[in-house]
């Protein structure tokens, strides 16, 4: 899948902008502020429905505006596909595949898989386990369409739940229908422990390799997965956590507490391992996810790099560009001098000042 061009109307600092991709290497330069990341924001929205800063829809929206719009034209082998987004400030998003209206957002996810590297992911590692999380969740949500229904009906259901444990307060005749909603968390719960499983078992076949190589061969990096709750205790575990929830107004016991840990000859570097030893780790992850993406979804995702090449050093830089093979990227950066360096082949190039993008080889 490559993406062929976008068209943003009253998004972030854009008021109107059309660009045309390269299925190559494109390249978008210029001083820091000028909206660069919005571009790869807008793609990255456009493909699974949310921003990879975390922002509201309300956010995005060009300032003293209501609404801002997304077009985007993929194609994949010879066949294009359009997809038009709407965001409101008001009312939830609209989407449209090749004009025809989506009932869900989560429709959308999986036609066309992305992969975003920036300098934030470089901390995904030593930071908390809630970014691990929407790591592993915004992956398996392009990849599984079961695992997006799952995942969302396990999330409204412990916000029911939450509600419920705060009015219990005031109203404890309420008690009784916490059993119901215990019975469906476990429910949803249980298929997103055991997608979870089965996705770090996929991910640590491809990230062994390449984490060895991108280490010189010293070291084998294996990811672990840690539940909040084991499978077979999942519900006598709910109900032990009863008074503890209603205690706490929150519930303690699921999966949206589950983590990851990341062994280096079995020292967990989430604690104990060095800057450079994280950071390796993190642009393992990115490659072996666009490894992960060719191999469950039979296709090619698209790289978006956000100025991650300045926080690396020149063998990873090397690795990171000699990777890409096949795979249309889009990369921003300050300048063109690491690329001019390293001698590395770019299609297309893209001068970003202001809002305002300039195609410098047509």
């Known amino acids: ?88 400030k008001a009312k939830s998003k609209g989407i449209a595949i090749d004009g025809q209206k989506i009932k869900k957002a989560a429709d959308l996810l999986g036609l066309c898989n992305v992969v975003f590297f920036s300098p934030e992911d470089m901390s995904i590692i030593k930071n908390g386990p809630a970014e691990r999380r929407r790591f592993v969740d915004m992956e398996l949500c392009q990849l599984d369409q079961f695992y997006i229904y799952n ?17 219990l307060y005031m109203n404890p005749d309420l008690r009784e229908t916490l059993n119901i909603w215990d019975m469906q968390l476990v429910s949803y719960g249980s298929k997103l422990i055991e997608r979870r499983k089965l996705f770090v078992e996929q991910l640590n076949e491809i990230l062994f390799d390449i984490h060895k190589k991108l280490s010189g061969g010293k070291e084998e990096l294996h990811i672990v997965y840690e539940p909040n709750v084991e499978l077979e205790n999942f519900e006598e575990k709910m109900k032990c956590s009863q008074e503890r929830d209603i205690r706490a107004k929150m519930t303690t016991v699921g999966p949206h507490r589950d983590d990851f840990s990341f062994l280096a000859g079995g020292v967990d570097i989430r604690k104990f391992g060095s800057q ?85 080889n047509k």
């Open 276 to 360: 450079g030893q994280q950071r390796t780790a993190a642009l393992s992850l990115k490659l072996s996810e666009i490894e992960l993406v060719k191999k469950i979804a039979r296709d090619t995702p698209i790289l978006l790099l956000d100025d991650v090449l300045s926080e690396l050093d020149s063998s990873r830089q090397n690795y990171l560009l000699n990777s890409i093979g096949d795979i249309q990227t889009i990369i921003t950066c300050t300048g063109l001098e690491e690329f001019v360096n390293n001698r590395f082949e770019v299609n297309r190039v893209f001068r970003v000042e202001n809002g305002t993008v300039t195609c410098m």
């Open 1 to 88: 899948m490559i993406i062929k061009s976008i068209e943003l109307a009253d998004y972030r600092n854009y008021d109107d902008l059309l660009m045309y991709f390269d299925r190559g290497t494109n390249i978008l330069y210029g001083d820091n502020a000028q909206g660069k990341t919005n571009i790869l924001e807008a793609i990255y929205v456009a493909a699974t429905t949310k921003s990879h800063r975390g922002s509201k829809d309300r956010e995005i929206i060009r300032f003293e505006r209501e609404e801002a719009h997304i077009r985007t034209y993929l194609e994949k082998e010879g066949i294009e596909t359009r997809v038009d987004m709407h965001l409101r």
């Open 151 to 167: 995942l969302n009906h396990y999330n409204k259901i412990i916000n029911q739940r939450n509600a419920l444990l705060k009015d």
